[in-house]
């Protein structure tokens, strides 16, 4: 399983070795991250109210 970073401006999980956030641009990219929220339909999601997240995709919760 390919370990994947996460983006600290827009909490989206990107590939390992990304440079920049394809989904924001931030180049904030942290390699540690505690658990994964994936949101489907973001207008209906009272977790993606939480994460503050307004597109679907695969997040991480708490970003180190």
């Known amino acids: 399983m390919v370990q994947?970073?996460?983006?600290?401006s827009c909490k989206h999980l990107v590939?390992?070795?990304t440079e920049r956030c394809p989904y924001c641009g931030s180049s904030d990219i942290a390699t540690s991250?505690?658990?994964v929220a994936i949101v489907l339909n973001p207008d209906d999601?009272?977790?993606a109210?939480?994460?503050?997240?307004?597109?679907s995709g695969k997040y991480g919760i708490r970003i180190q």
């Open 33 to 35: 991250y505690v658990g």
């Open 15 to 17: 590939p390992r070795g």
């Open 49 to 55: 109210r939480l994460l503050g997240v307004s597109e």
């Open 4 to 8: 994947e970073w996460a983006c600290r």
């Open 45 to 47: 999601s009272e977790l």
